[in-house]
């Protein structure tokens, strides 16, 4: 309830402020579960992701985000839960799992961490892994702008544009299981280069 109030009310705000512009390659399923990953600019990322994307998204938080009462009360209902990214976090796989195998959407940063420039650094293998466990399609996505809207250690929301654009799905269907981790992590890799290319033109 709260993720439809807020979306609701965020839409025309940032449409209008940061001249949201969200442009899809491929397909987006109106139901059953797939893993979206894209860059990691900002603490804004999941926000502006959340609005663009047409349906509720689930997100992994760094735990330490979870310590502040008033945070740890609103994240839940946001969609989010906490992972440890100092070590292989057993619970936060278990939710993640969950999620998928319950018909939803996983949204995953699978570069890890925020990133201040708009090149790739190393994608990490989970959201392959978590994709090949389930079977479920991943669509990469690439966000630029929110950089700017809120450089790092500045708290001001400024009026830049932001642009996002979702690619097609990659499949991890039960007839691709021979498929490596690496390889799918490739592909990740491969997909949000291109629409990184895409959207820098």
């Known amino acids: 309830m709260l993720y439809s109030v807020l979306k609701g009310l965020l839409t025309p705000?940032?449409?209008g402020y940061n001249k949201l512009t969200v442009t899809y390659q491929g397909e987006i399923l109106d139901n059953g579960a797939y893993v979206l990953v894209v860059n990691h600019l900002s603490y804004l990322d999941p926000i502006y992701i959340?609005?663009?994307?047409?349906r509720k998204l689930h997100f992994m938080a760094k735990q330490e985000a979870f310590k502040y009462p008033i945070i740890k009360w609103i994240l839940p209902k946001l969609g989010a839960f906490p992972v440890n990214r100092e070590k292989a976090d057993i619970k936060a796989i278990k939710n993640s799992i969950s999620i998928l195998k319950s018909g939803k959407v996983l949204a995953i940063f699978p570069e890890g961490t925020r990133n201040d420039h708009l090149q790739l650094d190393e994608i990490k293998n989970g959201a392959a892994y978590l994709a090949l466990k389930t079977g479920v399609p991943i669509i990469p996505a690439f966000i630029k702008g929110t950089d700017e809207v809120m450089p790092k250690g500045q708290w001001l929301i400024k009026p830049k544009k932001v642009t996002i654009l979702f690619g097609s799905p990659i499949q991890?269907?039960?007839e691709h299981r021979d498929i490596k981790i690496e390889e799918v992590t490739e592909m990740i890799r491969t997909s949000m280069s291109d629409l990184s290319k895409s959207i820098l033109k």
């Open 172 to 174: 991890t269907s039960s």
């Open 13 to 15: 705000v940032l449409k």
């Open 50 to 54: 959340s609005v663009a994307f047409p």
